[in-house]
């Protein structure tokens, strides 16, 4: 699955249903444009789209007239991988035959606001009956935070260094989310043998030489004192 249309409405100076973030066709989106310009508000209106409990102020209602909704909604494109993601079906076992639109391969969730500091309202688009309804597809928050890209905000100051950190963070934590999905019995039993391998290790003789000095040093200070090396499980 993966984001292919943003669409904010009423969000702080963005009003209307025009403003549109096309992900079709690309991996990579730069938002370009002079100061003033929309840029953050676009970012914030994803972040307050992609984070869960957002609460809203009246700052972010446009003109602050909470008589109009802040309504900010993701398409997304269904892939052939996502019907193995046991992710996507553990809270919603039937979600393809109920939320999937045949006619164009996506699911369609909004978010919107109706008050100040509340939080957005969930909502699913229903294709059988053209109209979005409250709560809808499982997991609403997990799907937002797995398949949603992750915006990078660069400003003046930004690095060459601190930029390139964050975009191989980004990269690390994407392929090992694809390979806990795609190839999850290998995953698992990769982190089992590592677990196993640290165990062996904690338990060598250097190991216990060091616990034996370490205490005997500990020991004239606090007697009651007993500290232990151990490797730490990794979860699967």
Sequence with gaps: MRLKRLIVNN???????????????SDIIFLIGKNNFG???FLDAYNFFVEPKMKST????????????IEIMGVFLIEDSDSKDKSLSKDDPEWINKWVD???????????????DNEGKKQTYNPDTHCYVD????????????YAPTAIPINA????????????????KKHIKKLESDYSEKYNKIIISLNELKDDISKSSDINNINTKM????????PDLRLQIYSIPDSC
């Design 11 to 25: 969000f702080r100076g963005l009003k209307g249903e025009e403003n549109i973030i096309d992900f079709e066709g």
């Design 215 to 222: 205490n005997m040093f500990f020991s004239e200070v606090f």
């Design 157 to 172: 100051v930004t690095t060459a260094e601190e930029l390139e950190k964050q975009i191989n963070d980004i990269i690390t």
């Design 58 to 69: 009246i700052e972010d209602f446009y003109n602050k007239n909470t008589n109009i909704p």
């Design 102 to 116: 045949k006619s164009d391969g996506t699911v369609k969730i909004k978010k919107v606001w109706n008050n100040v």
């Design 39 to 41: 840029k953050s508000t």
């Design 135 to 146: 709560g809808g597809f499982g997991g609403f928050d997990t799907l937002l935070k797995k």
